[in-house]
């Protein structure tokens, strides 16, 4: 009796594997909003049981909280990819929180976003020798209509703007608490004066992600004030008599994030 065939791995299989690579994990949205974007969701379950299972056993479903699972690269995953760094261990309480805010945020928000090093920008950002704090940056892309300066017409012309993000987390200390550590982050940047030109330009924003909604809220309302009282020092240098820039002279908003509370504290009740 002839053997079966075994599907190889495919080009979108490789690409599935990088990013578990580079994120150690996913879930199934996320992985379906990145590569299954024209399927439905079964198709994605159905290549993860493909390479889950038989002669490939590159990745493995692993908890993420009491009711859900998402997906993670096994050992031989790991080689498949050249990954050697690649930790197999399923990982603890705040990193699985990090990863999973961090990703819905890039994959899942409805934004044009995608992660920077600083590192690789050496002629922007000075920052070489320096400990960067433990949140992310990241780059957003921000397409508008603006009229031309044609007299004969009105036209109008689409522009894109990109700003650089310092993405924040809260997963559920106390707030205070979490907005004294932003705002130690922030004086950090103003002192550096690392991304001066770029807040003069409008360029620079800052997100925190946080658990739930009643908390977003309160950040929203206690949290531009609070970094505008106790950095004005710093940001006096930006304000000019004619300035249009905000108080702060950089956005700060907060988002909540679906799903997280049930990570951090266990399934919530129904």
């Known amino acids: 009796m002839p053997r079966r065939r075994t599907r190889r791995i495919t080009g979108r299989d490789r690409r599935i594997l990088n990013h578990?690579?580079?994120?150690h994990s996913a879930t199934v949205d996320v992985l379906h909003r990145r590569f299954f974007a024209e399927k439905k969701v079964e198709a994605v379950r159905s290549t993860l049981r493909r390479l889950s299972t038989g002669p490939h056993q590159v990745v493995q479903s692993v908890p993420l909280d009491g009711r859900r699972a998402w997906y993670q690269l096994t050992p031989q995953g790991a080689r498949f990819v050249g990954h050697k760094s690649y930790d197999c261990r399923t990982l603890g309480l705040h990193a699985t929180a990090r990863q999973f805010a961090l990703q819905?945020?890039?994959f899942l928000a409805e934004e044009d976003l995608r992660l920077v090093n600083l590192h690789d920008f050496p002629d922007l950002f000075p920052v070489r020798g320096h400990r960067l704090p433990q949140g992310r940056f990241y780059f957003r892309t921000q397409s508008g209509i603006e009229p031309t300066s044609s007299t004969k017409t009105e036209e109008r012309r689409t522009s894109t703007v990109q700003r650089l993000g310092y993405l924040a987390f809260d997963f559920g200390g106390r707030p205070l608490r979490i907005a004294q550590r932003l705002q130690q982050t922030l004086r950090r940047f103003l002192m550096h004066g690392w991304f001066d030109s770029l807040i003069q330009d409008g360029q620079f924003e800052v997100t925190l992600l946080t658990i739930n909604a009643s908390r977003r809220r309160s950040y929203d309302h206690t949290l531009p004030d609070m970094l505008h009282r106790n950095l004005a020092t710093q940001l006096a240098r930006f304000h000019t008599a004619d300035?249009?820039?905000p108080s702060l002279a950089f956005p700060v908003t907060s988002r909540s994030v679906p799903g997280?509370?049930?990570?951090?504290?266990g399934r919530s009740p129904q």
């Open 20 to 23: 578990l690579a580079e994120f």
């Open 104 to 106: 819905w945020f890039l």
């Open 243 to 245: 300035s249009k820039l």
């Open 260 to 265: 997280l509370h049930d990570i951090i504290y």
